[in-house]
């Protein structure tokens, strides 16, 4: 049987090395042993005469010869006990090396639609080569920590799994070897959710989680960092446009790091989100990489660099650039006295780097000619929606409101009268676009103007179910589906999240860099 062989995520350079290279020779040889005749034979079969199309014919064939080839049908992907069951399953595993130490498994997937049969194998590789030394997951104030049971599940043999609160961690716990750092601290003091003269910053309580991995870092010396927060970041607090990121970037400089960052909208680059995020990558001072970025800095920004190599951007005729020098003494006085003169103005742009004090900052425009998804795309069918999720007729007034234009007389308690604005927003949400930011609040069916609604072919309204939140943050479906975890609590999750492609494109960017280094 001929088959075509699509590469995604490197993966076709990653089968063919020396652990892989066997299994995958023996999954191609089982594919390539199906022949036409082979297939028309069990396809005339009496039981299979009604069928509409030659996938079942096909994957009779390959579940044989795979297990006579010696592979397992019907793989666990857990080892727990609890997992054990119908929901759980790839394809196929060799014995013993699936999710293990140097073997693949193979999920087997067909489309086919009416009467015609098309694309009709799908081989999915899935292999354990990502290696998480430890992983922190835990939420203040929340007694169950669901996104943590997530991970967890989903990644029960990669790694440490910590549930611990990470002030409590101590460095001594960790690997003592660490190549790469990656961390979100919370976004709550900058977070869109809340107006600009909210933001509390680096005072605020939970802004203190970037010292932790200040500590990390000064401890463990990693070569490289990969660290996210809102792009709001650039000019908090409202009082001082800048400063929280300029405490954030010379406190890298200071243990020995160069860094760059780029605030990337996903939606840009193709993704079915709006979501815009800064993205900070650090480099430890006397590595290849820190060397080629000091080499040539804009050059780095715009085109050959690790952000840049994921993230194309279009390069001007002139580089319209700002350079500058943070003065200010101490982590202190940063806090006390930066952008004092011009403090409604932020002095860093979408993109840049720092050396010691030295910034190069450039406003950078995204550069992509590719397939883009839109809301549409990654909406269930009209059947499949859950009846909980229609928004009743009595309902929709109320929705209507929340997302229409509003100018309000408000009385604060001290008796201070003031005007209160707000435009309007889409309703509903266009299909024909990327889906808005969901934030935390996205659950739960009391109207509310941040929530998503669509409208259904029937003409009726409804809410977007967890799968669909899932698929706009790039998430596989139903990765947050488990046990008693409830549809308000996923979507508070995807509130949280990050779009994981973005996050894939960076970490492969940087091993490429690596790898060429």
């Known amino acids: 049987m001929d088959f075509v062989t699509h590469s995604h995520r490197h993966a076709i350079a990653i089968v063919k090395e020396p652990q892989f290279k066997a299994d995958w020779e023996s999954f191609c040889n089982v594919l390539k042993s199906i022949t036409d005749s082979d297939i028309i034979k069990y396809f005339e079969t009496p039981d299979q005469r009604q069928a509409k199309s030659i996938s079942e014919a096909i994957n009779h064939l390959i579940n044989g010869r795979m297990i006579k080839a010696g592979w397992n049908a019907q793989s666990h992907i857990f080892g727990d006990e609890r997992f054990r069951d119908k929901r759980w399953t790839l394809d196929f595993s060799k014995p013993g090396e699936a999710f293990g130490k140097g073997g693949f498994s193979v999920e087997v997937a067909f489309n086919h639609g009416e009467g015609t049969a098309w694309n009709l194998i799908k081989p999915v590789l899935a292999s354990e080569l990502n290696h998480v030394a430890k992983e922190n997951q835990f939420e203040p104030a929340t007694t169950r920590q669901h996104a943590f049971q997530v991970y967890h599940t989903r990644w029960p043999n990669n790694g440490i799994h910590s549930n611990d609160d990470i002030s409590t961690v101590k460095t001594e716990s960790l690997p003592s070897i660490v190549h790469l750092l990656v961390g979100g601290f919370p976004c709550q003091d900058y977070s869109v959710a809340r107006t600009l003269n909210q933001a509390d910053g680096l005072v605020g309580k939970k802004g203190v989680l970037w010292w932790q991995i200040h500590r990390l870092l000064r401890d463990k010396t990693p070569p490289f960092g990969l660290f996210e927060n809102v792009d709001r970041l ?84 002139l580089i319209p650039e700002s350079s500058f020098v943070i003065k200010e003494d101490s982590l202190d006085d940063i806090s006390d006295n930066f952008n004092t003169k011009n403090p409604d103005s932020s002095p860093f742009a979408n993109t ?75 309703f509903p949400d266009p299909l024909n676009r990327p889906a808005r930011t969901i934030i935390t609040a996205e659950g739960g069916a009391t ?51 990050l779009v994981t492609e973005v996050v894939t494109r960076l970490g492969l960017s940087l091993a490429k860099a690596i790898e060429a280094s």
């Open 447 to 497: 109207p509310s103007r941040f929530k998503h609604v669509v409208q259904m072919s029937d003409g009726r309204y409804r809410r977007l179910m967890p799968v669909e939140l899932e698929r706009i943050n790039t998430f596989p479906d139903n990765h947050t589906k488990l046990g008693d975890i409830t549809d308000t609590k996923r979507a508070f999750f995807m509130g949280n999240a």
């Open 234 to 317: 650039l000019k908090s607090p409202a009082t001082q446009r800048g400063r929280d990121f300029a405490v954030m970037l010379v406190s890298l400089t200071k243990l020995g790091y160069v860094a760059e960052w780029r605030v990337i909208n996903a939606a840009d680059y193709g993704m079915p989100t709006k979501r815009l995020r800064v993205f900070i990558m650090a480099y430890r001072k006397g590595t290849p990489l820190a060397e080629r970025l000091l080499a040539n800095r804009a050059e780095w920004l715009t085109k050959s660099g690790v952000i840049a190599k994921a993230f194309p951007v279009e390069k001007p005729l």
């Open 352 to 426: 840049g780097l720092i050396c010691g004090r030295d910034v190069l900052t450039i406003k950078t425009t995204p550069l992509y000619d590719g397939p883009r998804i839109t809301l549409r795309d990654i909406l269930l069918p009209d059947k499949q929606v859950d009846a909980n999720y229609i928004i009743p007729e009595n309902e929709v007034k109320k929705w209507r409101y929340c997302k229409g234009a509003k100018h309000l007389t408000r009385t604060k308690k001290n008796g201070i009268v003031y005007s209160y604005d707000e435009g309007p927003m889409s």
